[in-house]
């Protein structure tokens, strides 16, 4: 089971209901995929044990084979090679590299007639592999100035373990590095807060699952200020309403000083357990109806 948790805006307490809900349940994974910015550590205080450079392939040019005839320019849809044919003035051709625009996809070096680029191995982070007692712990670190952070978080997924309850701290925002962490996930937990901004960027959000066939239910977090907008869009498009998190002074001094809502505060581990038992149940009732509707259409 494959849990994610994400949302459309920063500061919604993603960070905060994916930790506390991974604190109460047992033979849990849990996963920060928020790389640019991975905070999960301060609450687990993790025992790393393991650390593993990424790197993604970039192209490397040999010039002495080179012909510049400029077809991994036009392969390339990222505008990451640039080539200048030989002519009057530039007699022997030029190419140039930029690898920070470079996806990493080889058609480049699969496409050249002249066998004149080869793969090299690019730094882009650094995956941390611990634990917190019982809870297997991973995450991942996008080494500064790098400007993509998907081939990170799909190299920190390439841990999941499928035999654990894998929880996914997603990035905030619905861009590529969301879509790059929720994809795959058998359910998504969306955290939103009951205001003008929360309910635009949960809009989104929802979108965004939709078009990925994700089940997704919804985390209101500071559920007592705001108004009721983001309620009624939750009751008018079905969205399951999966837990509210009062606006709690109390919880906002634990967070500033590291320490999970349910260490302190005991009956939140009971409220997180009931969400995950809500999410299974949804997550039922969905197979029931995919079966129930295979079924018609073999019938």
């Known amino acids: 089971m494959i849990i994610s948790v994400a949302s459309g805006k920063g500061g919604t307490g993603k960070t905060t209901v994916a930790v506390n809900l991974a604190l109460s349940l047992n033979n849990v994974q849990f996963l920060d995929c928020d790389v640019e910015e991975p905070n999960a550590h301060l609450f687990f205080k993790p025992n790393i044990k ?10 490397n040019i040999d010039e002495s084979k080179c012909n510049y005839c400029g077809k991994c320019r036009d392969i390339c849809a990222y505008n990451a090679i640039a ?6 003035v530039i007699k022997n051709g030029s190419i140039l590299i930029f690898p920070h625009l470079c996806h990493a996809c080889g058609g480049c070096s699969l496409l050249c007639p002249q066998s004149a680029i080869r793969e090299v191995n690019k730094e882009i982070g650094l995956i941390e592999i ?17 400007i993509m952070s998907p081939p990170l978080i799909k190299q920190v997924k390439e841990y999941i373990n499928p035999i654990r309850t894998v929880i996914i701290d997603a990035p905030p925002g619905t861009s590529c590095p969301v879509i790059a962490s929720v994809k795959g996930s ?39 200020i ?10 008018e498009n079905k969205i399951p309403l999966l837990m509210r998190i009062p606006f709690d002074r109390e919880i906002a001094l634990l967070y500033s000083r590291g320490i ?24 039922t009732e969905i197979k029931k109806e995919i079966k129930s509707i295979s079924m018609g259409e073999i019938v």
């Open 226 to 235: 705001g108004d009721d907008k983001v309620d009624l869009f939750c009751q």
């Open 130 to 146: 611990g634990n917190c007692g019982d809870i297997q712990f991973v995450h991942g670190r996008l080494n500064i100035g790098e």
């Open 260 to 283: 999970p809502v349910v260490e302190e505060k005991k009956e939140y581990v009971k409220r997180f357990q009931d969400m995950f038992d809500l999410i299974m149940s949804t997550i």
């Open 186 to 224: 058998d359910f998504c937990i969306l955290v939103t807060e009951p205001t003008p901004f929360g309910l635009n960027d949960l809009i989104l959000a929802v979108e965004v699952l939709r078009k990925l066939g994700i089940p997704f239910g919804v985390v209101i977090n500071r559920s007592d």
């Open 50 to 59: 393991d650390r593993k450079i990424a790197t993604i392939p970039v192209p």
């Open 83 to 88: 080539v200048i044919s030989p002519d009057d």
